[in-house]
T-cell receptor, first 115, second 111 residues
Framework: NAGVTQTPKFQVLKTGQSMTLQCAQDMNHNSMYWYRQDPGMGLRLIYYSASEGTTDKGEVPNGYNVSRLNKREFSLRLESAAPSQTSVYFC??????????????FGSGTRLTVV | AQRVTQPEKLLSVFKGAPVELKCNYSYSGSPELFWYVQYSRQRLQLLLRHISRESIKGFTADLNKGETSFHLKKPFAQEEDSAMYYCAPFFYGGSQGNLIFGKGTKLSVKP
């Protein structure tokens, strides 16, 4: 039972390069989320997908794009990486947009460094 | 505006001492409330949720609607409790609810 799987676990990019962070869940969850975690800032929501076929901006969407490829997969793309995007990125999922009582299941994170 | 505050960045206690991690929120309605824990370099895990009134690893949290607080408590801290703790209210709004995380409190339990 893998839960939420993120790839890659670590990545170093040069400023201006692009990359896609992958996230997949095998729990048949409808809603998926991307957060970034920075020291002293906690977790901030970048984008979310309440259900397959929908995506919405969170608190800090600038510089990112997302794709809900199917019910299982939700990817995060950095088109032109900047040092300010150095962070740890977490993907999460939950059964549905209002099923908070089930809690969120998180992936193990992607540690991204932009130089 | 929806807001969650964890006033302490770092809380350091000795093993066996009581622990209280503070959390205050501002919201016009009644949010669902959660505590998440992140052990060193691991993924975030759900610690407890207020609606189930459960006790996990000896931790409890009581919702005080008057003070809009949801403090996390444990009577006797253990070294393995050292971790980052996040208070996370779930706010309902429009067509979507969202989990909003506080900035976290790092708990360090010394031997």
């Amino acid at each position: 039972n893998a839960g939420v799987t993120q790839t890659p676990k670590f990545q170093v990019l040069k400023t201006g390069q692009s990359m896609t962070l992958q996230c997949a869940q095998d729990m048949n969850h409808n809603s998926m989320y991307w957060y970034r975690q920075d020291p002293g800032m906690g977790l901030r929501l970048i984008y979310y997908s309440a259900s397959e076929g929908t995506t919405d901006k969170g608190e800090v969407p600038n510089g990112y794009n997302v794709s809900r490829l199917n019910k299982r997969e939700f990817s995060l793309r950095l088109e032109s990486a900047a040092p300010s995007q150095t962070s740890v990125y977490f993907c999460a999922s939950t059964p549905g947009p209002f099923r908070a009582n089930y809690g969120y299941t998180f992936g193990s994170g992607t540690r991204l460094t932009v130089v | 505006a929806q807001r969650v505050t964890q006033p302490e960045k770092l809380l350091s206690v000795f093993k066996g001492a009581p622990v209280e991690l503070k959390c205050n929120y501002s919201y016009s309605g009644s949010p669902e409330l959660f505590w998440y824990v992140q052990y060193s370099r691991q993924r975030l895990q759900l610690l407890l949720r207020h609606i189930s009134r459960e006790s996990i690893k000896g931790f409890t949290a009581d919702l005080n609607k008057g003070e809009t607080s949801f403090h996390l408590k444990k009577p006797f801290a253990q070294e393995e409790d050292s971790a980052m703790y996040y208070c996370a209210p779930f706010f309902y709004g429009g067509s979507q609810g969202n989990l909003i995380f506080g900035k976290g409190t790092k708990l360090s339990v010394k031997p």
